[in-house]
């Protein structure tokens, strides 16, 4: 059974750090990539940003140059290194994995920047 965890959220003030761990257990086979995404309240769940095969990242523009995804494939774990946090990035942070056994996501874990 595939599991995706998330963890490292928390509540941080503005212009702060976080890093988010996923760590991926079971068998998923090849990846076509991994990514979060984040909802706010009242919002639709959004893209964050992704990592592909080969290390290479997108990011949505609210998060370019202060977010940076990364992965440990040793660990089987993803990360998202928050910087420069903004009370707009305040929301539940999901990860996902995209292979061809299925779509898997996380169960999310809570981010809250205070201004």
């Known amino acids: 059974q595939v599991q995706l965890v998330e963890s490292g959220g928390g509540l941080v003030p503005a212009g702060g750090s976080l890093r988010l761990s996923c760590a991926v257990s079971?068998?998923?086979?090849?990846?076509?990539?991994m990514g979060w995404y984040r909802q706010g309240s009242g919002n639709e769940r959004e893209l964050v940003g992704i990592?592909?095969?080969?290390?290479?990242?997108n990011y949505a523009d609210s998060v370019k140059g202060r977010f940076t995804i990364s992965r440990d494939n040793a660990k089987n774990t993803m990360y998202l290194q928050m910087n420069s946090l903004k009370p707009e990035d305040t929301g539940v942070y999901y990860c996902?994995?995209?292979?061809?056994?299925?779509?898997?996501w996380g169960q999310g874990t809570r981010v809250t920047v205070s201004s």
């Open positions: 079971g068998s998923i086979g090849s990846v076509y990539g």
């Open positions: 996902n994995v995209e292979s061809p056994l299925g779509d898997y």
């Open positions: 990592i592909v095969p080969g290390h290479n990242t």
